[in-house]
């Protein structure tokens, strides 16, 4: 009987400027998975990030485009494996949650397993980021239907197929809500495992800006909305600017009930303009609704060409 070959796990760790972390971070998830390779993609460090790393024994590549989203593009299309593992090099995720997270994705032929994050230390998550995370988390389950317990999280384990049909579109940090509302679109399979979440070690500093990244993610959360569900979102223009047409008809058509005349041409006017706007929105919706779904059949018949996880 021919044995089962074991997956091929790649551990990859995007990271910038994390020298007080990285060797440590390789060093853990070295221990977790002996017979996992490392990778350490470096975003243009200014500090001895690359030396640790290598000297950690990680393979280190190099990604010049600035932004998280650019450094899991250039992994995803380099690295070949059946499993991929990814988590940030700052040390603030548990390596040994891991092999967990590797085993549910390989008993249930997940797609996609996300390390909730479970923080113990005030330091380790400000309260402005849990806030925004259960809002940005609502909102997704909102929109789309359902969502996950963590949309935030950058510890994730990916099957090659998920890794090979996603078409990084992101830059930054909203990296994480594309990963999310892609397997959400194409129904995959996924899960969660919580996880430890700990404070950075001393001398290294968080990328995130709270505000900034906040609304980019907001910002994306409405694009990927308006790509995925354009019937819902230009039907909600039209429906929208339909009613206020209505609205602002009301007295006109009062008038001419009583009196024969339309006093008021520029709103007669107005009104007819919103009218028209609003049809052509709900004719856009159903047109980009049919473009979308095509879209996604294609992703979908990419997908089911390569093999589950096993």
């Given amino acids: 009987m021919n044995e089962v070959a074991s997956p091929k796990i790649a551990v990859i760790l995007p990271c910038y400027n994390e020298e007080a972390a990285i ?10 998975l002996p017979n996992a390779t490392i990778y350490v993609y470096d975003n243009n460090s200014s500090d001895r990030t690359v030396a640790v790393a290598t000297k950690a024994g990680a ?3 190099t990604e010049r485009q600035q932004g998280k989203g650019h450094v899991v593009r250039r992994m995803f299309a380099d690295i070949d494996a059946d499993i991929y593992v990814m988590a940030d090099g700052d040390l603030t ?4 949650a891991a092999p967990a997270m590797v085993d549910l994705l390989l008993a249930e032929q997940l797609d996609m397993v ?3 994050r479970r923080h113990e230390e005030k330091e380790a998550y400000r309260g402005g980021h849990v806030l925004g995370n259960k809002l ?3 909102l997704l389950s909102g929109l789309f239907g359902r969502s996950f317990s963590d949309i935030f999280s950058g ?5 090659r197929r998920f890794v090979k049909s996603f078409p990084v579109l992101s830059s930054g940090f909203e990296i994480e809500t594309e990963m999310s509302v892609h397997a959400l679109e194409l129904r995959m399979p996924v899960g969660e495992v919580e996880t430890a979440y700990g404070a950075r070690p001393e001398g290294s500093q968080s990328k995130l800006s709270t505000y900034s990244d906040g609304w980019r993610i907001l910002k994306t959360i409405v694009t990927l909305y308006r790509i995925e569900r354009p019937v819902l979102f230009y039907g909600s223009i039209g429906a929208l600017l339909l009613l206020l047409a209505i609205l602002l008809s009301v007295p006109l058509v009062v008038t001419y009930v009583n009196t024969g005349l339309v006093p008021r041409v520029p709103t007669a006017i107005l009104v007819t303009g919103m009218s028209i706007i ?8 159903l047109i980009l609704d049919t473009v979308t779904r095509g879209r996604r059949e294609v992703r979908r018949l990419y997908y089911l060409s390569l093999a589950a996880p096993q």
């Fill in 23 to 32: 060797g440590a971070t390789v060093s853990g998830f070295r221990a977790a």
């Fill in 59 to 61: 393979i280190v590549r």
């Fill in 93 to 96: 995720y548990d390596p040994k």
């Fill in 114 to 116: 996300v390390g909730t």
């Fill in 136 to 138: 940005f988390t609502g």
């Fill in 155 to 159: 510890y994730r384990v990916f099957s």
């Fill in 278 to 285: 609003a049809v052509l929105c709900f004719f856009a919706g």
